[in-house]
């Protein structure tokens, strides 16, 4: 029930698309819904982060679009340029929860072509 | 955010050897987290470190194998000790933002032992 499941493992999109990472989760006891971007060689990065009681959020190119009654959400890349070649996590956690921790995803290796 | 450092950035060592890294924070936190990534996966807890308290390990991890030290607010130590090639891994430190639940990480160690 702690897991995660990201999809695609790997992704390759041609420069000026959309990029498109799906994250489906169980425990309905997480409420706090974080992106990370790791580039090779480098530790991961904070994107962009939403919670349950909004159903999108944007910044810039990145939008998180969240489901909650499917227990869904995505990263949307907009406009992929190739400098968004990188590793995308998704996690979660249920920060109501004392001592709970983040649950990470599989991972997305993405490739956006020039 | 936390601006986190890691030293070493890399090593490599010889199998039956310790290896300390060291993780420093440019501002005092109370949550210090020890991860591992294996090559093309994704990052799993090996504990957490708060300053005053002994670690936390997740299961799977064992403090002999993985000492940690947290003398203060902006620093922490972990161990890999008696190392085998199974050691081999990016190590990185995290940190939780103190005023909410954004997660930080540092640049990792990555370890090669041989």
């Known amino acids: 029930q702690q897991q995660v499941k990201q999809s695609p493992q790997s992704l390759i999109v041609q420069k000026g698309g959309i990029s498109i990472i799906n994250c489906a989760y169980e425990?309905?006891?997480?409420?706090?819904f974080p992106w990370y971007q790791q580039f090779p060689g480098k530790g991961p990065a904070l994107l962009i982060a939403?919670?349950?009681?909004?159903s999108e959020k944007k910044e810039g190119r990145f939008t998180i679009s969240f489901n909650k009654s499917a227990k869904q959400f995505s990263l949307h890349i907009m406009d992929s340029q190739p400098g968004d070649s990188a590793t995308y996590f998704c996690?979660?956690?249920?920060?109501?929860?004392?001592?709970?921790?983040?649950?990470f995803g599989e991972g997305t290796q993405l490739t956006v072509n020039p | 955010s936390a601006v986190i450092s890691q030293k070493p950035s890399r090593d490599i060592c010889q199998r039956g050897t310790s290896l300390t890294i060291q993780c420093q924070v440019d501002s005092q936190v109370t949550m210090m987290f020890w991860y591992r990534q294996q090559p093309g996966q994704s990052l799993t807890l090996i504990a957490t470190a708060n300053q005053g308290s002994e670690a936390t390990y997740e299961s799977g991890f064992v403090i002999d194998k993985f000492p940690i030290s947290r003398p203060n607010l902006t620093f922490s130590t972990l161990t890999v000790s008696n190392m085998s090639p199974e050691d081999s891994s990016i190590y990185l430190c995290?940190?939780?933002?103190?005023?909410?639940?954004?997660?930080?990480f540092g640049p990792g160690t990555r370890l090669t032992v041989t």
């Open positions: 995290s940190v939780e933002d103190p005023g909410g639940y954004e997660q930080y």
């Open positions: 425990n309905t006891a997480f409420d706090y």
């Open positions: 996690a979660a956690i249920p920060t109501q929860t004392s001592g709970s921790r983040l649950t």
């Open positions: 939403i919670r349950p009681d909004v």
